[in-house]
């Protein structure tokens, strides 16, 4: 069976610092695929970054990393030097290739809460 | 334009009612979802539907049915109303087929209140 763990409920941080929110994933699959999104206080889901089982290059976007380690089935995502506007509920999330299926299966969320 | 639209944003209603949410996609995807998410931020899939044939199905009472006239529509109809139904809705979409590892977009969510 495939689960995502993120196992910070909520996390506090001042503006500036530098935060980690820690995603580990179960599948026992050899090809699947891993997504972050942001759930802003707004409300919607936002797209962050995908990363495929096969490409275990980290990536680094703007202020927004991602660490991905098969050994250790986790995929980290950094945000560096924090701001209030980054405050929100981040998803980690785990897709299996399925054929005929599209499913996605999320973790429980990281509260993330910029101090200004 | 707005990719994935719902509507309404916020419905509130009485227990035993049936209402029904709505959502557009104009991003020519050819799968499309309906999402839970509970009090606790808890995301659970309930739909799929894929080419207008669902796909998908989660143990989900049978008074939510989903229905799609189209490919770019999937509407939530729930019947008999109860107050655990209140929750946000997301409804989303993505791109299918031999591109199986679409990100999937999503709505802006409806919000649910059960009376």
């Known amino acids: 069976a495939q689960k995502v763990t993120q196992a910070q409920t909520e996390i506090s941080v001042v503006e500036k610092e530098d935060v980690t929110l820690d995603c580990v994933y179960e599948?026992?699959?050899?090809?699947?695929?891993l997504f972050w999104y942001k759930q802003p206080p707004s409300g919607e889901l936002v797209f962050l970054i995908r990363r495929n089982s096969f490409d275990e290059q980290n990536e680094i976007s703007g202020r927004y990393s991602w660490n991905f380690q098969k050994s250790t089935s986790s995929f980290n995502f950094t945000i560096t030097a924090s701001q209030v506007v980054d405050s929100a509920v981040y998803f980690c999330?785990?897709?299996?290739?399925?054929?005929?299926?599209?499913?996605?299966?999320f973790g429980t969320g990281t509260r993330l809460t910029v101090i200004p | 334009d707005t990719a994935v639209s719902q509507t309404p944003k916020y419905l509130v209603t009485q227990m035993g009612n049936d209402k029904s949410i709505k959502c557009e996609q104009n991003?020519?995807?050819?799968?499309m979802y309906w999402y839970k998410q509970d009090s606790k931020k808890f995301l659970k899939i309930m739909f799929s539907y894929n080419n207008k044939e669902l796909i998908i199905n989660e143990t989900v009472p049978n008074r939510f049915s989903p229905k799609s006239p189209d490919k770019a529509h999937l509407n939530l109809h729930i019947n008999s109303l109860e107050l655990g139904d209140s929750a946000v809705y997301f409804c989303?979409?993505?791109?299918?087929?031999?591109?199986?590892?679409?990100?999937?977009?999503f709505g802006e969510g409806s919000r649910l209140t059960v009376l």
């Open positions: 999330a785990l897709r299996l290739p399925q054929t005929g299926a599209n499913n996605l299966f």
């Open positions: 599948t026992r699959d050899t090809t699947y695929y």
């Open positions: 991003l020519g995807h050819d799968t």
């Open positions: 989303a979409s993505s791109q299918a087929g031999t591109i199986t590892t679409g990100e999937l977009f």
